[in-house]
């Protein structure tokens, strides 16, 4: 028996051994990634603060519940004096031990009561742990500079001390009441219920202990209602978010009374343990209990009742006014421009020629018909896709320029099923390669989009160049990969051969030693690390190349936007994303999702070289107090906005992430009036639009414009809104992302004596024109599937312009062409070819579309070089042959006739 209970415990303890081997390992390798991005600080910041919390709340966790279990088990196990009679004679048991207690008498006992301490302690402390954050922003906490209407207190008091306030209340008192279980429990299964409770008023050594522990909780009870005092101002109850006044006036008065009563009841039951009263235990208790109902749930009802609810809004009215002005701060809504856009139905031919700028970038193509695009004449070969399309601005040959661009990343999990060996997979197809890019609004031949960088290696038909055109770092590398290796990487196909590359930087963690590869063969369960020949005490591995996994690696305490967005930039190509600050603790701030989050700002801007992983953290909003108490806590973490390359700085934008929860907020609060806002007589939507065919709400897109009386056109994001249960349009918010304008808000309120169409109602007048519906129906009886993109809401001087693309779909392919272009303007719908035909059509009179600038929309075939058109062949070719591999006849005929109309156009290219 002991010899099998020895090898147990050198097993157990093998395993512990392990397991701390693999987490010093894995915590090893991790420190080497951080200190090679130079964030070697973080990593230390991080890992000593979650280690001294965590140790410090479990020390005090297993203190206070192993204290108590061991006090128990010795009062327990104590000779106590027999019980007597009612003569007074001692009573005598045969055996007066009960199993539990000669249970308790045994050695193993103490080590079971010491086992379950440390598995509560470590309970509780993995959840303070986790906390981290919250200890670390308590002890570097920023003033905001602001105060709450209610208790006067800096704004920073509740996102940084209330915070940390509650999480160390809920920490205590889940270990009170833990310790107060574990040993009610111990004492109850040593005695019967008869005896425990038949003389109640008997202050026994387990009352008495009971009787500590309860007054130490309600002593932290007390403090608890002074928390829940402040916590009113996040109420959801009443008829705005925040304080009402029933709580103000019944809840708050019945926190400050419970306050009292909870310190009194509990020194009466402390003081107990000497003056043994039992039922003055009781009697306290019972006035606790009775009066936590009828001030909290009586009261505070009786209140709502009989004093609110005959006059709402006049009892609510400053609560309501806190509400709004506490919500418009919290979301960077106090800072929008309010301007009025008087529409003019006046808008001519020279206004269309004096807004070129604005016509010629006006969006065609959505991002879902052109990745498809792209997936079909650009992907190249299996093993390449493009993750997503990106949406920037460039100056392209001194025009102002908004393009479309996706990064051709490499895709593992595509290669053939033989060629997926360890050593390709991890030495030799190590990084994606390009980038395609067309402009928003220009289309080829068979309605395809204009490529202004294309192919690999990659072509250029403007004055963008890329020098560095590997992907090492992107949206889809999840795999680690070694590199200088002494196998060479492939770099790109070249016809039926492959060029090959070695990495030229010295970015990621170094192999240097033996030592090293064995820990970083066994972090990453590899074993052929270690067998392999190629990898040598120069070569590196990268590792946390997906830019998702790497930011959130860096910085978890950030929120970061969901579309991360490719930059050329120097010859150089990185990667861009907005981040987050969030809480949930600004007072009367209405949240926004169900995490209860009720603040953001886009401090952080990060840039991920594609090529190097070098990643920079761009401190964008000095001013948000949430991200200087993190700049406090890592100061070698944020780099200052003004150190961002200029070149880079020319592609900050606003973050779309952020501009819909304040397009989603200021729909409501908009609305400063508290009456309007009480009644909700002006609320609005955010409209709807019809796209593939099925109704959505739209999202907001990213245009370049002239604002109105603005000498400029500039790169903006904007959004329209609709009143609530109607389709007009009420108003339209724009973000600025150029130069010193940056982040300015701007909200252009229509007249309300003035209808302006909204989207749907747009959408039903398209649906309405019988020739459009006719070509529809024409399209779809040929085997082809027509639908609608985006509907671009375009305003020009004082007018609003209506732009809609059509694509065609032919069943057997896989390529959406742009086909057509609806225009809506005042009570005129056109359809068009091109952008320009159907500018002519509603503004032009006596011009033709060849008097316009034929570089807007689409390319005639005269104006695509020889080059291009060869490529198109060799495209159509290509495809033509995939498709007659894979048995697809009608793919097959669909690419033969493409390509023969490319041949008839370079026929008369070279024609002399």
């Known amino acids: 028996m002991k010899g099998g209970i020895s ?71 104590r000779d106590q004096p027999p019980p007597v009679n009612d003569e007074g004679r001692s009573i005598i048991y045969l055996n007066p031990e009960t199993p539990w207690q000669r249970w308790l008498g045994a050695r193993v006992s103490g080590w079971i009561l010491l086992a379950i301490s440390l598995f509560l302690a470590f309970i509780l402390a993995s959840i303070v742990g986790g906390k981290w954050a919250v200890v670390l922003q308590y002890l570097n906490s920023v003033p905001f500079g602001k105060t709450d209407p209610v208790f006067n207190k800096d704004i920073g008091f ?124 009781v009697a306290g208790l019972a006035v606790w209990v009775v009066s936590s109902v009828t001030l909290l749930g009586i009261y ?47 808008l001519g031919w020279d206004d269309i020629k004096n807004n070129e700028d604005t016509v010629r970038n006006i969006r065609l193509w959505d991002w879902q018909p052109l990745k498809k695009t792209y997936k079909e004449i650009q992907e190249i070969r299996l093993y390449y896709q493009f993750n997503d399309i990106d949406v920037d601005r460039y100056v392209i040959d001194g025009k102002y320029r908004q393009v479309m661009l996706a990064a051709r990343e490499l895709a593992q999990d595509k290669l053939p099923e033989q060629a997926r060996t360890w050593i390709n997979q991890h030495l030799k197809y190590t990084h994606g390669y390009g980038v395609a890019m067309s402009p ?28 560095r055109p590997e992907i090492y770092f992107g949206e889809s590398t999840d795999q680690y990969v070694f590199v200088r290796t002494k196998t060479q990487e492939f770099d790109y196909p070249s016809g039926d051969k492959n060029v090959w590359t070695t990495y030229q930087d010295t970015s990621g963690v170094k192999i240097s030693s033996f030592g090293r590869r064995l820990i970083l063969a066994w972090v990453f369960h590899d074993y052929k690390i270690l067998l392999s020949n190629d990898i040598t005490s120069d070569s590196y591995v990268l590792f946390y190349r997906n830019i998702d996994e790497r930011m959130r690696k860096i910085a978890p305490f950030l929120r970061f936007d969901g579309d991360p967005y490719l930059v050329i930039d120097s010859g150089q190509l990185y990667w861009i994303r907005d981040a987050y600050t969030l809480t949930d603790m600004y007072p009367y701030s209405a949240p926004f999702e169900n995490s209860g989050a009720n603040y953001i700002r886009n401090s952080v801007k990060v840039v991920v070289n594609a090529y190097t992983g070098e990643t920079k953290f761009y401190l964008a909003d000095s001013g948000d107090p949430v991200v200087r108490s993190y700049a406090r806590i890592f100061p070698r973490l944020f780099t200052p906005m003004e150190k961002m390359p200029k070149g880079l700085r020319q592609h900050v934008r606003y973050p779309e992430d952020l501009f819909s929860v304040q397009a989603q907020m200021l729909a409501v609060y908009h609305m400063q009036d508290p009456r309007v806002f009480y009644n909700k007589e002006d609320k609005w939507n955010i409209p709807r639009e019809i796209f593939e065919d099925q109704p959505r709400d739209m999202e907001p897109y990213y245009i370049i414009m002239r604002l109105p009386g603005e000498p400029e056109p500039e790169y903006i994001l904007m959004m329209p809104f609709t009143p609530a249960k109607k389709q007009n349009m009420v108003a339209w918010l724009c973000a600025r992302s150029d130069g010193e304008d940056y982040g300015r808000l701007l909200l252009f309120d229509f007249s309300k004596q003035e209808l302006v169409f909204g989207p749907m109602q747009v959408e039903s007048r398209i649906n309405q024109d019988s020739r459009i519906s006719q070509q529809l129906t024409l399209w779809d009886q040929r085997g082809s599937r027509a639908y609608r993109g985006n509907l671009m809401v375009i305003p020009i001087n004082h ?5 809609e693309p059509l694509y065609l779909q032919a069943e057997q392919s896989q390529i959406p062409e742009l086909r057509a272009v609806i225009a809506v303007y005042g009570d005129r719908v056109v359809m068009a070819e091109s952008l320009d035909e159907a500018m002519v059509q509603l503004f032009g009179e006596n011009q033709t579309a060849q008097e316009t600038r034929p570089d807007l929309t689409r390319v005639a075939p005269g104006e695509v070089t020889l080059e291009e058109l060869v490529k198109q062949a060799q495209d159509y070719y290509d495809q033509a042959q995939e498709n007659l591999r894979q048995g697809n006849w009608a793919g097959y005929g669909e690419n033969i006739e493409k390509l023969k109309t490319v041949l008839d156009s370079m026929e008369k290219k070279v024609a002399p």
């Open 799 to 803: 007018s609003i312009l209506y732009i």
């Open 440 to 467: 928003v609004n220009e289309v080829a031949q068979e309605g395809l989009p204009r490529l202004f960088i294309r192919d690999i290696p990659p072509r250029f038909l403007t004055d963008l160049k890329i020098e």
């Open 300 to 346: 505070p009802w009786l209140v709502q009742k009989f004093a609110v609810e005959p006059n709402e809004f006049a009892r609510e009215q400053q609560y309501i006014e806190h509400n709004i002005k506490m919500t418009r701060e919290a979301y960077g809504l106090d800072r929008v421009e309010s301007k009025t856009f008087n529409v003019q139905y006046n």
């Open 7 to 77: 090898r147990y415990g050198w097993l157990i303890l093998l395993l512990l051994l392990v397991g701390l081997a693999s987490t010093g390992a894995r915590l090893y390798v991790d420190w080497l990634w951080f200190d090679s991005l130079g964030f070697g600080s973080v990593f230390g910041t991080v890992l000593v603060s979650k280690i001294l919390v965590t140790t410090a709340a479990f020390l005090f966790a297993f203190a206070i519940i192993y204290v108590n279990l061991a006090v128990a088990r010795r009062n327990v196990l």
């Open 158 to 281: 509740y996102v940084f001390s209330l915070k940390f306030y509650r999480l160390l209340y809920g920490y205590l008192m889940g270990t009170l009441i833990i310790a107060t279980i574990c040993t009610a429990v111990l004492y109850l299964m040593t005695v019967t219920f008869e005896v425990f409770f038949a003389d109640w008023r008997e202050f026994s050594y387990s009352k008495k202990h009971l009787a500590v522990l309860v007054a130490a909780i309600l002593f932290l009870k007390a403090w608890g209602y002074k928390l829940a005092g402040y916590a009113l101002l996040y109420s959801p109850s009443g008829v705005v978010y925040g304080a009402g006044y029933a709580d103000i006036h019944a809840r708050l008065l019945g926190y400050k009374v419970l306050l009292v009563i909870a310190l009194l009841v509990g020194l009466v039951i402390a003081m107990n343990v000497f003056l043994q009263k039992m039922s003055w235990i």
